[in-house]
């Protein structure tokens, strides 16, 4: 599978799930501008890749902004290095040559077998892929993108971080009659780091383990502060998750739109669980989660990581 994201706290979770499972092949990351500007999530992920002794993945740098508008970061959620927490510091390995989009394309055209397309952070990349190299289709086996929601939002009242940072991109991707699984925050939001969970990272007694117990520490106050949440909920390992185990998700296959014009409501997800538009569907949406399975998946991946790095 390939990665792109835009850490963020729980995108490095997610990517240490995505090294740390034996079951799946890491090819790539490529970084996108969100929680973050551009450079801080490339480097963020360079450092997370590093601390999993994963540094023969390569990772490339991919849009610095939406494909339409200014970029907003969340520094409220995810602090100013948008990594906060745990001390990071040290040298930090340079990404790879070339674009995101670039590094996506080449990977996919070399894989034998198709390829899933996991997607942490705005869609930018993975539209600009789909948009300027069609000839990759083939090689998708399906896209899983953390983002959206069947209810409501956390950026607006009805839009999710990842769809309203770039609507027209999600829009791009929801219709490209390829196959998408969408995570949204209906099920990401049982996912949630209470005291308990925090501690069972600190307890593997492990420098992975302690530097993940740091960021849902630092995550819970931002949510805490923001949402008025204690427990904060991890939303992209969930995707990850989804693909190594299917199980973990229950899904609806139905129809999504993107709303790009409303008032109150760009970046909103409409997901017609209904049917009561009559439009083809065109994504498995998540509705259910598999709680203990999937902190069970995620706790085996770190532990497995931080004790071959220890
Ligand atoms: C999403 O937005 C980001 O802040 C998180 O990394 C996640 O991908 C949740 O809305
Ligand atoms: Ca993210």
């Known amino acids: 599978m390939i990665v792109d994201c835009d850490p ?7 990517l240490l799930l995505a090294v740390g499972d034996p079951r799946l092949r890491l090819l790539g990351v490529s970084t996108v501008a969100g929680n973050q500007t551009l450079d801080k999530t490339t480097r963020n992920a360079l450092r997370i890749l590093a601390l999993a002794g994963a540094t023969g993945i390569p990772v490339a740098a991919g849009s610095d902004r939406p494909l339409i508008g200014e970029l907003t970061v969340a520094a ?8 906060d927490g745990p001390d990071l510091d040290g040298p930090v390995a340079e990404p790879a040559d070339g674009p995101g989009v670039e590094l996506m394309r080449r990977l996919l055209m ?20 789909l948009r300027d190299h ?4 083939p090689r998708i086996r399906r896209i899983v993108f953390m983002g959206g929601s ?23 991707v929801l219709r490209s009659g390829l196959p998408v699984t969408m995570i949204g925050l209906n099920v990401t939001h049982q996912a949630l780091a209470t005291p308990a969970i925090i501690d069972r990272f600190r307890a593997m007694d492990t ?4 530097v993940c117990a740091e960021l849902m520490t630092f995550f819970a106050g931002a949510y805490l502060r923001t949402f008025g949440l204690a427990d904060p909920p991890v ?8 693909v ?22 760009r970046g909103a997800t409409v997901v017609d669980l209904h049917r009561r538009t009559g439009r083809p569907p065109n994504a498995d949406v998540a509705v259910g989660l598999e709680v203990d399975a999937f902190w069970n998946l995620l706790m085996t991946a770190v532990r497995r990581l931080g004790e071959a790095t220890r």
């Open 8 to 14: 963020g706290h729980d995108d490095a979770l997610a």
């Open 76 to 83: 409220d959620i995810h602090g100013s290095s948008g990594l």
């Open 110 to 129: 070399a894989s034998a077998e198709p390829v899933e397309l996991i997607a942490l952070g705005p869609l930018t990349n993975v539209a600009l892929l």
């Open 134 to 137: 069609p000839e990759v289709a």
């Open 150 to 172: 069947t209810e409501r939002g956390n950026t607006t009242p009805y839009g999710e971080f990842n769809i309203v940072t770039d609507p027209e991109a999600a829009d791009v």
């Open 207 to 210: 420098r992975l383990g302690t």
């Open 235 to 242: 939303h992209d390992p969930i995707a990850v998750a989804a």
């Open 244 to 265: 190594i185990d299917p199980s973990v998700v229950h899904t609806v296959h139905v129809p999504v739109a993107v709303e790009l014009t409303g008032t109150h409501t």
